[in-house]
């Protein structure tokens, strides 16, 4: 079955690192995404990476897939406060027309 | 103008009424989707359509219907409003000929629905 887990809250001084943790069932991911929803706000496309990659880094984001563990993770260097939101790990699986699976998401609150 | 609106942003309705949520898109994309959030739970797919004429039941469609009127149009209604139906409430849209092929999904802001 196809099921996407996080755990649920994450609290980080500033200027830390964080790392937001997801896992997942399907093997078959062809994309996983990372989401963030501000207060009141919905769901933004932060990053993604390609089921192919190991890697990907933008800028204060690095992405890490372990196809293996069917693990994947989010860092945010040099955490800061307008960071403080919550993250949704998802996955797009092809055999479901593409369809995302997302987590519960994981809150993020970044303390001064 | 976002490229997905919904309409409205809070509601409170008592129990039994019935109540539509719009979205709309002004990203030309097929598919739509009705997600539910409740905290904890993340989103759950209520309804789903990938274009005009297909309509599809997600994981939690009991209670809720849904009316593809347009491309760019996707209602969903909830014909005897519960008060555990009480929850945020977002729209979404997809490309399936996303040229990327990232076929990552645009969001509305929400509609804060309370069921009293």
């Known amino acids: 079955g196809e099921d996407v887990e996080q755990s649920l809250f994450l609290s980080v001084r500033e200027g830390d690192s964080s790392v937001i943790n997801c896992t997942y069932t399907?093997?078959?991911?062809?994309?996983l995404y990372w989401y963030k929803q501000e207060p009141g706000a919905g769901l933004q496309l932060l990053t993604y990476?390609?089921?192919?990659?190991d890697m990907k880094q933008d800028q204060r984001l690095t992405v890490l897939l372990n196809k293996k563990d069917k693990h994947l993770s989010l860092r945010i260097a040099d955490t800061q406060t307008g960071d403080s939101a919550i993250y949704f790990c998802?996955?797009?699986?092809?055999?479901?027309?593409?369809?995302?699976?997302f987590g519960s998401g994981t809150r993020l609150l970044v303390r001064p | 103008d976002a490229d997905v609106t919904q309409t409205p942003r809070n509601r409170i309705t008592k129990t039994g009424k019935r109540i539509m949520l719009e979205c709309s898109q002004t990203?030309?994309?097929?598919?739509m989707y009705w997600y539910r959030q409740d905290p904890g739970l993340g989103l759950r797919l209520i309804y789903y359509?990938?274009?005009?004429?297909?309509?599809n039941k997600g994981e939690i469609s009991d209670g809720y219907s849904v009316s593809r009127q347009a491309q760019a149009k996707f209602s969903l209604s909830l014909e005897s409003a519960i008060p555990n139906q009480t929850a945020l409430y977002f729209c979404?849209?997809?490309?399936?000929?996303?040229?990327?092929?990232?076929?990552?999904?645009?969001f509305g802001s929400g509609t804060r629905l309370t069921v009293v």
């Open positions: 399907d093997s078959s991911s062809t994309y």
């Open positions: 359509s990938f274009d005009v004429k297909d309509i």
């Open positions: 998802a996955e797009s699986i092809s055999h479901s027309s593409y369809k995302l699976i």
């Open positions: 990203k030309g994309h097929d598919r």
């Open positions: 979404a849209t997809s490309d399936p000929k996303d040229p990327t092929g990232i076929y990552g999904y645009t």
């Open positions: 990476i390609f089921s192919n990659m």
